[in-house]
Structure formats: structure tokens, C-alpha cells
């Protein structure tokens, strides 16, 4: 169906063209799985099929980003591999360099290759690509394994719904490192156990992002609320102990690792890691904009609407199974993570996606797992009753895999040799002028760091992400250190992304408080102490020498 969608793109361009393809694809598979199974009914067989051909779709969707292309693939595409080669840079560059004071576990993963030695730029891409399929598997596989379902096609299919739900964000692949260790350690029988694996993902949480520093412990509580009826405790407060023991114990685990962090990551100025908290919110994003044209309140309602149908109708038609103190810790984590999630993604630099929900969609998916696989202990004894409506079972199955599957062309087609060009103007540019002094990369680091243009030292300051969070942060006292370093010329080449110097409207483009903050911050005092030497249009680069 992906090499369909690519070779007759135009005629597919629509949403139902490609929709009908699908359905008509996910028809043939059911066909043979029936064949196959004859026991199996010819619903579940269409279901599965969607499930199956939509991750195939999702993984293919991915493809581009494996690419030999020298230059960045996106706006920040490159840099990510930068960050992630700095615990090795002494082996890389010849020097220390501080540690990256964003998303740490994120690059920590995606540094892995470098272990292997010199590596090409394709194998990091690739490596990505893996992370970004595998870890959701992962945490499907994970869920699974808690749930124990009663045979092996149901532990993989739900494997597969997992991993498509995740993507819906997406749940990025470092945080699901925190939800495949609770998952995979979690033992209500255990409370040692538990808590060592709360302990343990909560470590790896401190340095992942501030709002996932409770979700170890709060994902332990859910799955305990889940599985452990009131009755079995003499008191409230007895029941709640075990809970309130794993939040303690994962909080202070988390901030000890962030501490710890702080102190090895080579920072002298540390007022990068609190950035988070000088940032804007910009709260109309919660709701249809130029930047996210569903709006992210709609969206994250639309793809939970079923899973919290589900919940709801089966826990009103069972009261007598379920407490209210169960249901009041279940409600408290979900409204904390929902609403925790929407500040979040009000912040500026985000509000694109549903990605700062991923804590909320972790908690759905585990919830929904749960009570569908009949995991869920009653008060009455036995089982808590799950509704298992077929419309509903459609549209919890379906509506991750739609949401997954807008592939237009998995095979993106880029001017290799136009890029070989642009590379060695670039390469024999800076090569002769890096001579007469320092060369800063603020973009394409990747060429230095993978060997594209050698001969050059980098310039550790002053980073794509890194200035971009300070400006939209408004760190003045770092921007004052850079707006310092141009007015004194001390770079004699400057490489970065095509500047315009336009001030956008927010409720006509897309990401316009950060293009602002970019350009009155940073453009504008490149341009008024550097001019353009060239520009390089096909991978975006513009480069400047002194005035």
C-alpha cells in the first residue's frame, strides 16, 4: 500500500481515496487470516488486519529519515545527534564539552551508535528510526506481560495497539524507557519489588523532563488501584500506604538524579535546566490555530473519546466492583496527568501535537489494557465487568491506526547530487576562512562531527536548540553573552539556517511567538554586526562573514 500511495500520490491525496485503499488492503488481509484461522471471526480478522497494516504503514512512514543526505532533514533534525555525541566528545572534537541540560535521556539513547566508533550519519538515522518503532513496541510488549492475555496472537496484537496508541502522540521513545520498567517490574504482591523499579525509572525520569517526575509512581498507583480491591486492607489509610510509599521514593529519586545531573553535566551557568519555567504560555494552542489546526484539547479528545467510554460506561454498569476510594485515586492521576499535560502544551515551542500528553495517553492505554483483559479485581470477588461493545471495540481499534497512517510519500526524493555540490562550496568556503578565525556552526554541526568538513574546531556555544530555547526562554544573560561575542566579532564565519527579518502574526502563522522571539533576539544582531556571504536554498543555509 506505501509504494502505492508513493507511485500514484496525486490520486491519493485525499483523505477517503487513501482510506478507501486501506480499507480495501486491510479487506484482503482479513481474507487470509480467516483461511488461515477458520475459528476466527471474520470481525476480529478485519481488526487485526488494520492493526497489523497500519504500523507496517506507521514504520514505513519513517523511512525517509534514513537517509545519506549530509544536511539536516528537518528544521532541528541534525542537532539532535550533536547532543546526543557530547558524553564523547573528548574522543570526538579533542575537548570536554558541557552536557546537554535539555532532554538528556533522550540523547543518552540516541548516543548508543557511538559506543561502535567512527559511524556514519545513516546509522544514527537509523538507529532513531529503531527507537522510535521499538521502544513502543516495547512498552506494548510490557503492557502485555502484565496483563498476561489468555494466548499468543491477542499478546500480539495488543502489542501492535499499544504501539499505535503511543505513536498517536507520540510518547517519545526515552520517556517509555520510565513505563516499560514500571510495567515490566510492577508486583502487587511485592511492594520491594515495585518500589525498586519505581525507584529506577523514576532515576531515569530525573533526567527525561520535569513533569515525568511523578509518573513512575503514579503509573505504580493506577496499576495498583486497577488490581487491588479495598477489602483487602483493615483501614483507607492501610491501602494508600503502599501508594503514597512508592510516590515518595520515586519523587526523591528523581530529583536526586536531576541533582546529580546538574553536577556532572559540565555547566558552569546551570539556568539552562530551569528555562522550562521563564517560558510563555500561549494558551489559544489548547484550541484550533494556525500552528495546530485541530487544536490540542480537541485532538487528545478525539483519540481517548472510546478509551474513556469504555471506562466509564463499564465502571457505572459494575458500582458495586469498584470502591471510591479506587476511583477517586484512578480519577485524581488521570485529571492530574490530563490537565499537567495541557499546561504543558501551552508552552511556547510546543503545542503542535498531542506530545506533552504522552503521560495521560500511557495512563489510558494501561487503563483500558487492564479492564479489557479482565485484570481489574472486583470488591464483590473475581473479575470487574468490562463493556465489550463491538461499535466500541471499532473505534478503540481504528482510530489509533487512521490517526497513524497519513503517509503521503514514504519515499521523499532529495537532490543527492545538488547536496554533494552545496557541501563542497560549503567545505572549501569555510575551510579557507576558518584559517583567519573561529567558524560557529549555530546549525548543520553534523558535517564537523561526521567528518563532511574536517579541519574545523568546533565552537561549542551557541547551538540551533540551545539559543532557541534561550530565546523563546528569555535567558537575557545568555543572550547578552552571544549578542557580546558578534558585536566583537569573534566568529569569522557564522552557519546557520536563511534568516528573515519577518515579525509574524499569531493568529495567521504557524509557530509565530518563536519565528518573533527568534528574530528579535537573534536575526536581528546577526544581521546588524554580520552580512551574507551565500546562500545554500536547498538545504537552508545561510552563511555570514563580519561586517
Not at 201 to 219: H, K, Q, T
Not at 280 to 298: E, K
Request: proline share 6%; aromatic share 14%; hydrophobic share 50%.
Amino acid at each position: 500500500m506505501g509504494v502505492v500511495l508513493w507511485r500514484f500520490d496525486k490520486h491519493f491525496a485525499a483523505p477517503y481515496p487513501r482510506l478507501w485503499l486501506f480499507g480495501l488492503v486491510t479487506g484482503v488481509g482479513a481474507f487470509f487470516l480467516t483461511a488461515r484461522w477458520r475459528k476466527l471471526p471474520v470481525f476480529w480478522a478485519a481488526l487485526v488486519s488494520a492493526l497489523f497494516y497500519g504500523f507496517g504503514l506507521k514504520a514505513l512512514s519513517f523511512l525517509p529519515d534514513v537517509s545519506t543526505y549530509p544536511f539536516s532533514l528537518s528544521w532541528s533534525e541534525a542537532s539532535r545527534y550533536y547532543y546526543a555525541s557530547l558524553p564523547y566528545a573528548r574522543w570526538l572534537y579533542g575537548f570536554s564539552i558541557p552536557l546537554s541540560a535539555l532532554h538528556p535521556s533522550r540523547y543518552l539513547l540516541l548516543g548508543l551508535p557511538f559506543l561502535l566508533g567512527e559511524t556514519p550519519l545513516w546509522l544514527h538515522r537509523l538507529w532513531q528510526v529503531l527507537l522510535w518503532l521499538g521502544m513502543s513496541l516495547a512498552a506494548g510488549w510490557a503492557l502485555m506481560r502484565a496483563l498476561r492475555p489468555p494466548n499468543r496472537w491477542v499478546t500480539v496484537a495488543g502489542m501492535v495497539w499499544a504501539a499505535l496508541f503511543l505513536l498517536q502522540g507520540p510518547v517519545y521513545y526515552h520517556l517509555l524507557v520510565c513505563v516499560v520498567l514500571v510495567l515490566a517490574g510492577f508486583d502487587r504482591q511485592r511492594y520491594g519489588k515495585t518500589l525498586f523499579f519505581v525507584a529506577l525509572a523514576s532515576l531515569w525520569a530525573g533526567i527525561s523532563r520535569v513533569n515525568w517526575f511523578p509518573v513512575p509512581a503514579m503509573l505504580a498507583a493506577a496499576l495498583y488501584f486497577l488490581e487491588t480491591p479495598v477489602r483487602n486492607s483493615r483501614t483507607w489509610w492501610q491501602y494508600l500506604l503502599r501508594p503514597l510509599g512508592w510516590g515518595v521514593v520515586g519523587l526523591a529519586a528523581a530529583l536526586a538524579a536531576q541533582a546529580a545531573y546538574v553536577l556532572v553535566s559540565g555547566h558552569e551557568d546551570t539556568s539552562g535546566f530551569a528555562s522550562t519555567f521563564t517560558s510563555a504560555l500561549l494558551w489559544y494552542r489548547l484550541l484550533p490555530n494556525p500552528t495546530y489546526p485541530m487544536g490540542v484539547l480537541p485532538a487528545i479528545l478525539l483519540i481517548t473519546a472510546p478509551a474513556l467510554t469504555f471506562l466509564g460506561v463499564s465502571m457505572e454498569r459494575d458500582r458495586k466492583a469498584w470502591h471510591p476510594l479506587r476511583l477517586l485515586g484512578l480519577g485524581a492521576i488521570l485529571a492530574a496527568l490530563f490537565a499537567g499535560g495541557l499546561v504543558v502544551s501551552t508552552k511556547i515551542g510546543g503545542g503542535s501535537n498531542i506530545h506533552n500528553l504522552d503521560a495521560y495517553l500511557v495512563l489510558v492505554m494501561v487503563m483500558v489494557g487492564a479492564l479489557w483483559m479482565g485484570r481489574c479485581a472486583s470488591e464483590e470477588g473475581g473479575k470487574a465487568f468490562a463493556w465489550r461493545h463491538w461499535a466500541l471495540a471499532v473505534f478503540l481499534l481504528v482510530i489509533p491506526v487512521v490517526w497513524n497512517i497519513n503517509v503521503g510519500h514514504p519515499f521523499a526524493r532529495r537532490d543527492a547530487r545538488q547536496a554533494e555540490a552545496d557541501l563542497k562550496w560549503l567545505r572549501e568556503f569555510v575551510t579557507f576562512h576558518g584559517q583567519e578565525g573561529e567558524v560557529l556552526f549555530i546549525t548543520q554541526r553534523q558535517l564537523l562531527l561526521f567528518g563532511e568538513i574536517p579541519g574545523i574546531r568546533l565552537v561549542p556555544e551557541y547551538e540551533l536548540l540551545t539559543l532557541s530555547e534561550m530565546a523563546i526562554s528569555n535567558q537575557q544573560a545568555y543572550l547578552e553573552r552571544f549578542r557580546e561575542d558578534l558585536r566583537n566579532h569573534r566568529f569569522r564565519v557564522i552557519v546557520t539556517s536563511m534568516e528573515n527579518e519577518v515579525v509574524k502574526d499569531p493568529e495567521q502563522s504557524s509557530f509565530a511567538e518563536e519565528n518573533n522571539a527568534w528574530v528579535l533576539n537573534i536575526t536581528m544582531y546577526i544581521r546588524r554586526y554580520y552580512q551574507t556571504a551565500f546562500t545554500l536554498p536547498g538545504p537552508n543555509v545561510e552563511i555570514f562573514l563580519p561586517k
